[in-house]
């Protein structure tokens, strides 16, 4: 949880510095959220979209940045296709090789500046140590 807290963090200072409203969610290694943030202003849609898009990044085991809009999820997992959403804007958290975490973002007014606000909230995480 707190280092889910941090990480929402380092989104928010971002958001807040470059003067975007965004709504960002932790997902742990389940797919559950265990820590999310609405900004007020941002769009009504905007963090259902985040969740679906760190789900996305658990699923596939990559940032979404990374991924073709076609592209099938693995084989071996158990997927709830109506939450996938391939669209920038979600990093996995990896510590020791192991995915532990994803962090969505979404309501920039490009998958660009979502997928930076995902780099701040992972970047907090080194700036705390």
């Known amino acids: 949880m707190e ?3 941090r990480m929402l ?7 807040e510095r470059i003067g975007l409203t965004i709504a960002a969610v932790v997902l742990d290694r389940g797919g559950k959220s265990v820590a999310s943030m609405v900004m007020p202003g941002a769009e009504h849609s905007a963090a ?5 898009k760190a789900y996305t990044s658990l ?3 990559l940032g979404t940045n990374q991924l073709k809009a076609d592209q099938e999820p693995p084989a071996d997992e158990d997927v709830v296709p109506a939450r996938l959403l391939i669209e920038q804007g979600a990093l996995p958290l990896v510590e020791l090789g192991e995915i532990v975490a994803a962090i969505g973002v979404a309501g920039s007014p490009s998958t660009e500046q979502d997928h ?3 780099q701040a909230g992972l970047g907090a995480l ?3 140590h």
């Open 126 to 128: 080194s700036e705390a």
């Open 59 to 61: 699923i596939f085991r």
């Open 48 to 52: 259902a979209r985040a969740d679906r």
């Open 9 to 15: 963090d380092g989104v928010q200072a971002y958001a």
């Open 3 to 5: 280092t889910a807290k």
């Open 116 to 118: 930076l606000a995902c």
